[in-house]
T-cell receptor, first 112, second 117 residues
Framework: LAKTTQPISMDSYEGQEVNITCSHN???????ITWYQQFPSQGPRFIIQ???TKVTNEVASLFIPADRKSSTLSLPRVSLSDTAVYYC?????????????FGAGTILRVKS | GAVVSQHPSWVICKSGTSVKIECRSL??????MFWYRQFPKQSLMLMAT?????????EQGVEKDKFLINHASLTLSTLTVTSAHPEDSSFYIC?????????????FGSGTQLSVL
């Protein structure tokens, strides 16, 4: 299983762009990279998923370099409500879920 | 996206009693669901994989006789914490796989906060 490493915490201010990087040096060929957001006392919420290069949706962008050994979640113009824990998960889709291991995640604190 | 509904949101029970938590996939069928436990300020820990129509697969260290899992239909999995004790107090979360936007993704329930007195 690909182990992931993320910063423990990050601080930002409202309106700024936040980039959270995740290292996954032993990512396998059939592994996808998925990011989840979790608020206190709630289940994680899917943010974005990708395999290579760049993926963008209405809430975030995911940048994956050619070697795929890391990925960066980019949150444009964060607000106070983006304060949460962000998890980077790496695993194969065909065994999705039972092969996913949640790391410690990154606590993002957005200040006014 | 897909919706996973989990009930109850919170439950308080006396030590020695059993508590059942339900996890439903509302707009899709889920042959596989997952149960996690999360302690305060910690990450999610996978407890077991729930398979529709067959026995659940438990992670190492998780007592299958204490955490009973039933997945009798394609939209419902239940976790029963039997003979609960204070150390079982935790946040329990279920999830299910759904094919959305071209790929499979995990969708999570809102979680159940269990407090055992």
């Amino acid at each position: 299983l690909a182990k992931t490493t993320q910063p423990i915490s990050m601080d930002s201010y409202e309106g700024q762009e936040v980039n959270i990087t995740c290292s996954h040096n032993n990512i396998a060929t059939n592994d996808y990279i998925t990011w989840y957001q979790q608020f206190p006392s709630q289940g994680p919420r899917f943010i974005i998923q990708g395999y290579k290069t760049k993926v963008t949706n209405e809430v975030a962008s995911l940048f994956i370099p050619a070697d795929r050994k890391s990925s960066t979640l980019s949150l444009p113009r964060v607000s106070l409500s983006d304060t949460a824990v962000y998890y980077c998960l790496v695993g194969p889709l065909e065994e999705y879920g039972n092969k996913l291991v949640f790391g410690a995640g990154t606590i993002l604190r957005v200040k006014s | 996206g897909a919706v996973v509904s989990q009930h109850p949101s919170w439950v308080i029970c006396k030590s020695g009693t059993s508590v059942k938590i339900e996890c439903r996939s509302l707009d899709f069928q889920a042959t596989t669901m997952f149960w996690y436990r999360q302690f305060p300020k910690q990450s999610l820990m996978l407890m077991a994989t729930s398979n529709e129509g067959s026995k659940a697969t438990y992670e190492q260290g998780v007592e299958k006789d204490k955490f009973l899992i039933n997945h009798a239909s394609l939209t419902l999995s239940t976790l029963t914490v039997t003979s609960a004790h204070p150390e079982d107090s935790s946040f329990y979360i279920c999830s299910a796989r759904a094919f959305v936007g071209g790929n499979e993704k995990l969708f999570f329930g809102s979680g159940t906060q269990l407090s055992v007195l």
